[in-house]
């Protein structure tokens, strides 16, 4: 699958499977607990974007956080890596599980935590 970015020139990387699930108030309450403003993906037209490989090389990102598992499994032969190029991959619920899943947020909170995405109290 190919990816359309939205604006933005952040290290993080979130890709959701349609351009709608970034303006929910969950999206909202996920970008603004980062460290770095996110830049938002999305799959595209065949002619349009980028692939996956592509993006993270190109525009240098250090986080790629992959919302749903078809999503996941659309961008890759096999299960996601751990890794791409120098970015950190990590696969979590769609936006609309997370909205309806009180535990995958709490998981996804502490994931983004560990990983060292979270914006400090003080920033």
Do not use: K, Y
């Amino acid at each position: 699958a190919r990816l359309m970015l939205g604006p933005g020139s952040g290290q993080i990387l979130l890709v959701v499977a349609a351009l709608e699930d970034q303006t929910t108030r969950l999206a909202s309450d996920i970008a603004r607990c980062l460290r770095s403003d996110p830049v938002w993906a999305w799959p595209g037209a065949e002619a349009q974007g980028g692939e996956i490989s592509e993006v993270v090389r190109e525009h240098l990102f250090t986080h790629v956080v992959l919302f749903g598992d078809e999503l996941a499994a659309s961008m890759f032969d096999g299960p996601v890596p751990a890794t791409l190029g120098s970015a950190r991959l990590v696969s979590v619920p769609s936006i609309q599980g997370l909205a309806s899943l009180p535990a995958e947020r709490r998981t996804l909170w502490q994931l983004i935590s560990s990983n060292g995405l979270a914006r400090h109290a003080n920033n």
